[in-house]
């Protein structure tokens, strides 16, 4: 449904199921051509907001929502999304995902709280919405929620059920817990269990 002006869907003519609401004017969804969509549900309330799906990314099933204006999505190339629930929820912020990522099952990334909290002398807002970083070859494992202002840096793993709520600068590690902290340096991940990554063993 597109209900406004100057909106434009741009999904390569293979894909899944794609479900688009857009309430307000100059949004867009932009998908490379060899992008595979399962199952992807896009909601935007606002107006300037921007979705960008980049080469070879795979998607399973992904729900995605714009809350306010001129906010961005980015999905690096090559990624791929079992099941996660991105939430843009406040104008001005941004979610990025770099390249070669996957992101498990449970997963939710959020720039903002939705709703406000104030300070009750002041009565000025004390939780805006923060931009989220996510690096390249970044392994989002089952149920991990991001929230605003995080960052994760390249080459690392967030523990299933972890909650990162910082920005973490150190690549090639892993984090995990509630919140999230470094548990371990220097360590690379890779797709097969038995197998050193190909990225790493050619020089990449």
């Known amino acids: 449904m597109m209900d406004g002006a100057r909106n434009t869907c741009v999904c390569p003519p293979t894909t899944g199921r794609v479900t688009v609401t857009m309430r307000g004017n100059d949004n867009s969804l ?41 906010s961005t999505c980015v999905i690096g190339q090559h990624t791929y999304i079992s099941s996660a629930h991105l939430v843009i929820a406040e104008s001005g912020t941004r979610i990025e995902i770099g390249a070669k990522c996957m992101v498990a099952s449970g997963v939710e990334i959020r720039t903002g709280d939705s709703h406000g909290i104030f300070d009750l002398t002041s009565r000025e807002r004390i939780n805006p919405g923060k931009d989220i970083r996510i690096g390249s070859r970044v392994w989002l494992a089952n149920g991990v929620l991001v929230l605003k202002g995080a960052a994760i840096p390249d080459d690392s793993v967030v523990g299933a059920r972890s909650v990162v709520t910082t920005h973490f600068s150190e690549p090639n590690a892993i984090y995990a817990g509630h919140p999230a902290r470094l548990v371990r340096s220097n360590i690379a991940w890779g797709w097969h269990l038995d197998r050193f990554p190909e990225f790493l063993s050619d020089g990449a």
């Open 30 to 70: 932009a998908a490379a051509a060899d992008v595979t969509i399962e199952d992807l549900r896009l909601e935007i309330d606002g107006s300037g907001n921007r979705l960008v799906i980049e080469d070879g990314v795979r998607i399973d099933s992904l729900k995605i929502w714009f809350q306010g204006n001129g």
